[in-house]
């Protein structure tokens, strides 16, 4: 699973701009201080639905208090598509105005 993320102009030298992760875990120790508090936009690539993607996506979701929109990408059917529209919508977010999008 590959993401990108972005932050307000003001933070983006702060803030790193890409990752990519074998083996998906986030913890609050990994990621840069301000992180959680100004990210926005979250991008993620070649999403399969496994366990590790979706707590990595579910944390992100809850503990990012300005995001606007997390897009995911995924190479499966439109029926797995609309699961995960399901299954994320359950998901406590920090962000009151976050919108996911499944592509």
Request: hydrophobic share 35%; glycine share 6%.
């Amino acid at each position: 699973m590959a993401f990108a993320y972005s932050s307000a102009p003001s933070l983006a030298n702060n803030c790193g701009r890409s990752g990519e992760f074998s083996e998906p875990r986030l913890e609050s120790t990994s990621l840069p201080i301000c992180l959680l508090s100004c990210l926005n936009t979250i991008t993620i690539w070649g999403f399969e639905g496994k366990l590790g993607e979706m707590e990595a996506a579910k944390y992100l979701l809850k503990n990012t208090e300005v995001l606007k929109k997390m897009t995911i990408y995924t190479h499966d059917r439109l029926c797995k598509k609309e699961e995960f529209n399901k299954e994320f919508s359950m998901f406590e977010m920090g962000s009151k105005t976050c919108q996911v999008e499944f592509i």
